[in-house]
């Protein structure tokens, strides 16, 4: 990997020949491995190490410049600052980004694992076995035609000219299963997993098979469903899906492009249940891959959206900061435009008094929605509507029934508002950590 103090010199040096008073980069470094497999042979593998830098150059009008390079040798560095400090003149004047003011402060102390990626035969064996494990599930299963096994270590660093400097590694080993079924006179079925932890050891293989195995069968014996308005259950995956899909409610760079459900006016008011409360947690335990400042090298930490139903804060970076009267948050994403993103989603149950407990093996008639599709077409993030096909299942005093195919529609604004119930128990997803949430009332099309 990567010598940050190395890079850093370099930097300091070229700027001082361009005469460069102001900049600043931001670079990752990437190393993975993966492979996928057909019938217990390996279809594919593929390995890759690569790096890449954004360097930012004000000039004496404090504009900003910007390039990119995937080169971070000396002669990579200088030619991006350079180039950088040439689209300077071109800069924005209006709005221009500037340093966090937090890119000096100090970061969560998170050790990081010194992990040895396993050899490409063993990463084969272990998926090859994950593989013949599900086709040997059920007779109905025929094959796993979407299938990998990923091992990544991830580098970031930050440094600027005031004398920023930071750094940070982190590994990550993922499997994803997807199964295929055929039986005469009835139509495919398929059910997916995906696991993540920190290193090869720790990986949750045969909870992965086993888990698509157990929905696969469970989708076999599928019945209609008639349209209406239903109680439904949405797994942990499903809603958290939903809030990604949706994630300009917190964005402040969405809503200072006017791209956005929510307003500068929107914090405080009520915009879900009570009942349900929302952090964004790059720092979550159960997170594994967890970043400890963004782009502009703010440090990370645990910010709450949703308090007890109440719209608490947005996501910011520092320049939507300043417009907004805020503090960065560590959300931003270094470019030609700085923008925000989310990291690690925590929902958990919010506060209510007298408030009804339900579970499955009560309810009379419930959807539980396992997982949506289509999220790409299927949702209109400016107006918060959503009409997406899923997969699931007909709940009635705890017998599951597989949904042969239906369809979810709403506004996501009126769902959260329609949640009554949050249970206690959370899992944890690539996503986030999310318990099953309740709601009443959303319109599902079947037959």
Same mark, same amino acid.
């Given at each position: 990997? *990567?010598?940050? *103090?190395?890079?850093?010199?370099?930097?300091?040096?070229?700027?001082?020949?361009?005469?460069?008073?102001?900049?600043?980069?931001?670079? %990752?470094?990437?190393?993975?491995?993966?492979?996928?497999?057909?019938?217990?042979?390996?279809?594919?593998?593929?390995?890759?190490?690569?790096?890449?830098?954004?360097?930012?150059?004000?000039?004496?009008?404090?504009?900003?410049?910007?390039?990119?390079?995937?080169?971070?040798?000396?002669?990579?560095?200088?030619?991006?600052?350079?180039?950088? *400090?040439?689209?300077?003149?071109?800069?924005?004047?209006?709005?221009?980004?500037?340093? %966090?003011?937090?890119?000096?402060?100090?970061?969560?102390?998170?050790?990081?694992?010194?992990?040895?990626?396993?050899?490409?035969?063993?990463?084969?064996?272990?998926?090859?076995?994950?593989?013949?494990?599900?086709?040997?599930?059920?007779?109905?299963?025929?094959?796993?035609?979407?299938?990998?096994?990923?091992?990544?270590?991830?580098?970031?660093?930050?440094?600027?000219?005031?004398?920023?400097?930071?750094?940070?590694?982190?590994?990550?080993?993922?499997?994803?299963?997807?199964?295929?079924?055929?039986?005469?006179?009835?139509?495919?079925? &398929?059910?997916?997993?995906?696991?993540?932890?920190?290193?090869?050891?720790?990986?949750?293989?045969?909870?992965?098979?086993?888990?698509?195995?157990?929905?696969? @069968?469970?989708?076999?014996?599928?019945?209609? @469903?008639?349209?209406?308005?239903?109680?439904? @259950?949405?797994?942990?995956?499903?809603?958290? &899906?939903?809030?990604?899909?949706?994630?300009?409610?917190?964005?402040?760079? &969405?809503?200072?492009?006017?791209?956005?459900?929510?307003?500068?006016?929107?914090?405080?008011?009520?915009i879900a249940s009570p009942l349900l409360s929302l952090f964004d947690d790059a720092l979550h335990p159960a997170n594994v891959a967890p970043e400890t400042f963004d782009g502009e090298g703010t440090p990370t930490r645990r910010v709450p959206l949703i308090s007890n139903g109440i719209l608490t804060n947005f996501l910011h970076s520092a320049g939507t900061a300043k417009r907004l009267n805020a503090a960065p948050t560590?959300?931003?994403?270094?470019?030609?435009?700085?923008?925000?993103? &989310?990291?690690?989603?925590?929902?958990?149950?919010?506060?209510?008094?007298?408030?009804?407990?339900?579970?499955?093996?009560?309810?009379?008639?419930?959807?539980?929605?396992?997982?949506? *599709?289509?999220?790409?077409?299927?949702?209109?993030?400016?107006?918060?509507?959503?009409?997406?096909?899923?997969?699931?299942?007909?709940?009635?005093?705890?017998?599951?029934?597989? @949904?042969? %195919?239906?369809?979810?529609?709403?506004?996501?604004?009126?769902?959260?508002?329609?949640?009554?119930?949050?249970?206690?128990?959370?899992?944890?997803?690539?996503?986030?950590?999310?318990?099953?949430?309740?709601?009443?009332?959303?319109?599902?099309?079947?037959?």
């Amino acid at each position: 990997m *990567q010598n940050l *103090q190395e890079i850093a010199n370099c930097a300091w040096e070229c700027a001082r020949e361009l005469k460069i008073a102001k900049f600043d980069i931001y670079g %990752s470094a990437v190393e993975e491995t993966s492979v996928e497999v057909d019938h217990g042979k390996a279809k594919q593998v593929q390995a890759s190490s690569r790096s890449s830098a954004i360097v930012r150059v004000w000039n004496a009008d404090s504009r900003v410049g910007v390039a990119s390079t995937t080169d971070t040798d000396p002669e990579g560095i200088q030619l991006a600052l350079k180039t950088a *400090q040439e689209a300077s003149s071109f800069g924005v004047t209006e709005h221009a980004p500037d340093f %966090s003011p937090e890119s000096l402060a100090a970061v969560a102390e998170i050790p990081s694992e010194i992990v040895t990626p396993a050899a490409v035969p063993t990463l084969v064996e272990k998926l090859a076995a994950a593989e013949t494990a599900l086709l040997e599930a059920h007779p109905a299963i025929v094959g796993v035609p979407y299938n990998g096994l990923e091992q990544r270590q991830v580098e970031h660093f930050y440094l600027n000219s005031n004398g920023a400097l930071r750094q940070e590694s982190r590994a990550v080993t993922s499997v994803y299963l997807c199964s295929k079924t055929e039986q005469a006179g009835k139509k495919p079925r &398929s059910a997916s997993s995906f696991k993540i932890s920190p290193n090869l050891a720790e990986l949750d293989i045969a909870g992965c098979w086993g888990e698509v195995a157990q929905k696969t @069968i469970s989708h076999l014996a599928y019945q209609p @469903i008639a349209s209406g308005k239903y109680l439904v @259950i949405f797994s942990p995956k499903a809603f958290l &899906s939903l809030l990604g899909a949706f994630s300009n409610l917190f964005n402040a760079q &969405s809503i200072l492009d006017r791209q956005s459900l929510s307003t500068p006016e929107s914090l405080g008011t009520a915009i879900a249940s009570p009942l349900l409360s929302l952090f964004d947690d790059a720092l979550h335990p159960a997170n594994v891959a967890p970043e400890t400042f963004d782009g502009e090298g703010t440090p990370t930490r645990r910010v709450p959206l949703i308090s007890n139903g109440i719209l608490t804060n947005f996501l910011h970076s520092a320049g939507t900061a300043k417009r907004l009267n805020a503090a960065p948050t560590g959300h931003a994403n270094i470019g030609a435009k700085v923008t925000v993103s &989310s990291h690690f989603y925590h929902v958990l149950p919010g506060e209510a008094l007298d408030s009804a407990t339900y579970s499955l093996e009560q309810v009379e008639d419930a959807i539980l929605i396992d997982q949506l *599709q289509a999220l790409h077409a299927g949702v209109n993030a400016l107006q918060g509507s959503f009409s997406l096909p899923f997969d699931g299942w007909r709940v009635s005093k705890g017998e599951l029934v597989s @949904i042969e %195919s239906a369809t979810v529609a709403g506004d996501f604004r009126d769902l959260l508002k329609s949640i009554i119930f949050v249970e206690q128990e959370a899992e944890v997803t690539p996503r986030g950590v999310c318990p099953r949430i309740w709601v009443e009332g959303l319109s599902v099309t079947g037959e």
